[in-house]
C-alpha cells in the first residue's frame, strides 16, 4: 500500500511564515484524524545533548503545541533518558537540559516535560510483541499511558543505524534504560591492538567508562560496554571495529520490534514529523554538532512512520553533499549519502525490517504544500 507524505519546503511569503506553515502541514498530513478532546498527547522530541545545536528549534516545538491545543488536546513533551552519562541520564539532568536548550514553560506554552521513563530511567512498561528478536519490549511509561503520540524527529546521520528519524526517535528514544541496553546488546566492538596508538580518546569519551589504557594501548571491560559506538567514531586510527554485517542488522531489526512495541495501541493515534534541516553527520546525543552533509530541505508529515523515513533518506540521497562537512564521498546528486557517511552501514535494512513487521510502507505518494503569497508577492 502506498503511503501519503506531506512535504513543506522552507519559502516562505509575507503571508504565511514558517510556524504558520508547519501548522498547516500537519494539518494537512491529517492531525485531526489522530487527536480528540482531552488526549493526553505525548509529544516525543530530543531535547538535544548539552552543546548540541542542531536539534529542533524550539519555536516549532511550540508551534506544533499550539496546532495541538487547537483540537483541544493536552500535550507534554518527552522524552526517555539516556544509557550513557551525558546531560540528559536522569529527569533531573534531562530537564535542566532542555530549560537550557530552550524549551521551558515561558518558551512552550506552559506545556510540561514528563521524563518518560521517570527520574532514574527504570519507569517502564512492558509490551509484548511476539517479534523474531523480543517477546516483550520495555517502554517509558508515560509514554505507554498517554492517549496518543505526536513523534518530532531530526533527520540526520547516525553512527549505527545509518540515518536517524522517526523510526529511532521511536524505537530507540521511547525505550527505558532496559529497553534500550536490550538492543545494543549485541554491539560489542573489538580493538585492533596492533594499530592503536593509545591517544585515549576512546577512553575518555566513553560513556560506559568501559575502557582503560595500560602501557599505551586500550583495552575493554565488555561487562561495562553499553555498545554505544562512541569509541569507534572516536578513534582516529579505526583500531576499534564490530562486525558491522552481522551486528548492524539484528541492531536494527531489534530498534524495529521496539517502535512496533512503542506504536501498539497507537496505530490510529500517531502522527510522525521529521524535520530535514541542520542535517549533521551523527546523533543529536552527542555534546556537539558537525557541519550539515547537505543544505535544509525542508519538513515532512505522515502518518506512516516508514514512508516518512523513506521519503527524507530519498530527499537527502537526492541533494549535493556539502564539501564543507565530513561527507568525502558520495556527494554527486543522487548518490548515497549514508553510505558516503558509513559505507559499513545497510540503512535500508531498518526500512525494509520494518515493513516485514507491519509498521508501514516504503512505497509512498509525496503531496507537496504549495507557498502561500498574495496576488502580488
Ligand atoms: S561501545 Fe565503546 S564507547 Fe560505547 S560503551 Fe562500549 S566501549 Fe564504551
Ligand atoms: S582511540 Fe583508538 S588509537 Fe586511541 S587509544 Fe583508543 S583504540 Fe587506541
Given at each position: 500500500m502506498t503511503a501519503d507524505v506531506f512535504f513543506m519546503d522552507l519559502k516562505t511569503t509575507s503571508k504565511e511564515n514558517l510556524p504558520q506553515k508547519l501548522s498547516r502541514l500537519i494539518k494537512k498530513a491529517g492531525i485531526k484524524t489522530v487527536l480528540k478532546e482531552k488526549d493526553l498527547t505525548a509529544v516525543k522530541i530530543h531535547f538535544g545533548e548539552k552543546g548540541n545545536t542542531a536539534f529542533i528549534r524550539p519555536v516549532f516545538i511550540r508551534q506544533i503545541l499550539q496546532t495541538i491545543k487547537e483540537f483541544n488536546a493536552s500535550p507534554f513533551l518527552t522524552d526517555a533518558n539516556t544509557l550513557y552519562v551525558g546531560t540528559r541520564s536522569d529527569a533531573v539532568s534531562h530537564i535542566h537540559t532542555a530549560i537550557e536548550n530552550g524549551f521551558s514553560y515561558s518558551s512552550m506554552d506552559a506545556t510540561p516535560i514528563i521524563i518518560a521513563d521517570g527520574l532514574n530511567g527504570k519507569s517502564e512498561t512492558k509490551i509484548p510483541i511476539h517479534q523474531k528478536n523480543f517477546k516483550d519490549v520495555y517502554i517509558g511509561a508515560e509514554i505507554v499511558a498517554a492517549d496518543a503520540l505526536i513523534s518530532v524527529a531530526h533527520f540526520k546521520g547516525h553512527e549505527l543505524s545509518g540515518f536517524g528519524g522517526t523510526l529511532k526517535n521511536l524505537g530507540m528514544g521511547c525505550a527505558s534504560r532496559r529497553g534500550k541496553l536490550a538492543q545494543h546488546s549485541n554491539v560489542s566492538p573489538k580493538i585492533k591492538r596492533k594499530t592503536c596508538i593509545g591517544c585515549g580518546q576512546c577512553a575518555l569519551h566513553c560513556p560506559g567508562q568501559a575502557i582503560y589504557l595500560e602501557e599505551k594501548k586500550a583495552y575493554m571491560d565488555r561487562t561495562k560496554c553499553i555498545g554505544c559506538a562512541e569509541?569507534?567514531?572516536?578513534?582516529?586510527?579505526?583500531?576499534?571495529?564490530?562486525?558491522?554485517?552481522?551486528?548492524?542488522?539484528?541492531?536494527?531489526?531489534?530498534?524495529?520490534?521496539?517502535?512496533?512495541?512503542?506504536?501498539?495501541?497507537?496505530?490510529?493515534?500517531?502522527?510522525?514529523?521529521?524535520?530535514?534541516?541542520?542535517?549533521?553527520?551523527k546523533c543529536d546525543c552527542l555534546p556537539y554538532s558537525e557541519s550539515p552533509i547537505v543544505q535544509d530541505i525542508g519538513v515532512l508529515a505522515s502518518t506512516d512512520p516508514v514512508?516518512?523515513?523513506?521519503?527524507?533518506?530519498?530527499?537527502?540521497?537526492?541533494?549535493?553533499?556539502?564539501?564543507?562537512?565530513?561527507?568525502?564521498?558520495?556527494?554527486?546528486?543522487?548518490?548515497?549519502?549514508?553510505?558516503?557517511?558509513?559505507?559499513?552501514?545497510?540503512?535500508?535494512?531498518?526500512?525494509?525490517?520494518?515493513?516485514?513487521?507491519?509498521?508501514?510502507?516504503?512505497?509512498?505518494?509525496?503531496?507537496?504544500?504549495?507557498?502561500?503569497?498574495?496576488?502580488?508577492?
Open positions: 569509541c569507534i567514531v572516536r578513534c582516529p586510527t579505526q583500531s576499534i571495529n564490530i562486525q558491522w554485517d552481522q551486528t548492524v542488522p539484528v541492531f536494527l531489526e531489534k530498534m524495529m520490534e521496539y517502535t512496533l512495541g512503542v506504536l501498539k495501541g497507537k496505530e490510529n493515534k500517531s502522527l510522525f514529523i521529521n524535520f530535514i534541516t541542520d542535517i549533521s553527520p514512508a516518512i523515513d523513506q521519503a527524507s533518506a530519498d530527499m537527502v540521497n537526492q541533494q549535493a553533499g556539502l564539501s564543507a562537512s565530513v561527507l568525502k564521498m558520495n556527494l554527486e546528486p543522487g548518490q548515497d549519502k549514508f553510505r558516503g557517511l558509513y559505507p559499513d552501514v545497510d540503512w535500508e535494512y531498518q526500512l525494509e525490517y520494518a515493513q516485514d513487521i507491519g509498521l508501514g510502507s516504503r512505497d509512498y505518494t509525496l503531496k507537496k504544500l504549495k507557498t502561500l503569497s498574495y496576488a502580488k508577492e
